[in-house]
């Protein structure tokens, strides 16, 4: 394989936090340290599956490649629920289509919209998630958030906009919107 070359089809990388970092593990190892039984690590497989040909869908309507992606399962009154954000720029990789072909024929770095750049940016002062990251400056962070805000409209369709309203009581207000909370 070659650096940035699409999988075949997607494959799923499982870990687990009960460690101070995530750890990666296979499913025969999952199952063998009692953390998930078979049949519910096949269910939870087969979400993040659904979730991530969704995902990938959706970018490429949106002109953008899904690349990676994580996400957390758990359970919630006894149903497997995702529990954590889910096709956000912190927890996923995005690549622009319309140049994808010709950078990989190139074997140049894809153009991206996600937190990479903060994570490249720490990696070429010697960061690689060990120790004290060294502190981002302003630029740093102001490009960050430059760089979220595209993916989101690019991602939504929607104007960014700045909301006064906290974030719990706008998700709150999300979730009972859905019927997911009374």
């Known amino acids: 394989m070659r650096k940035d070359q699409q999988l075949e089809r997607p494959i799923l ?3 687990t936090k009960h460690e101070k970092h995530d750890r990666p593990l296979s499913r025969a190892d999952a199952i ?5 039984d078979a049949a519910t690590y096949d269910a939870a497989a087969e979400i993040c599956f659904r979730l991530y040909e969704a995902g990938v869908r959706h970018a490429a309507s949106r002109g953008l490649i899904l690349v990676d992606t994580k996400y957390e399962i758990g359970r919630w009154n006894g149903e497997l629920v995702v ?3 889910m096709h956000t720029p912190d927890s996923s990789r995005y690549w622009f289509a ?3 072909h010709e950078l990989f024929a190139a074997g140049q770095d894809q153009r991206k ?10 990696a070429a002062r010697g ?3 060990q120790g004290q990251p060294p502190p981002l400056p302003d630029e740093v962070r102001l490009e960050a958030a430059r760089r979220y805000i595209q993916v989101y409209e690019l991602i939504t369709g929607l104007e960014f906009r700045v909301s006064d309203t906290p974030t719990e009581a706008r998700i709150l207000t999300a979730l ?3 019927g997911y909370l009374r």
């Open 32 to 36: 063998r340290e009692g953390l998930i």
């Open 127 to 129: 960061f690689r998630g």
């Open 176 to 178: 009972r919107a859905r």
């Open 98 to 100: 319309d140049t994808y």
């Open 113 to 122: 919209v996600d937190k990479e750049y903060v994570r490249e940016w720490l």
């Open 83 to 85: 529990t954590d954000e």
């Open 13 to 15: 990388t499982p870990t």
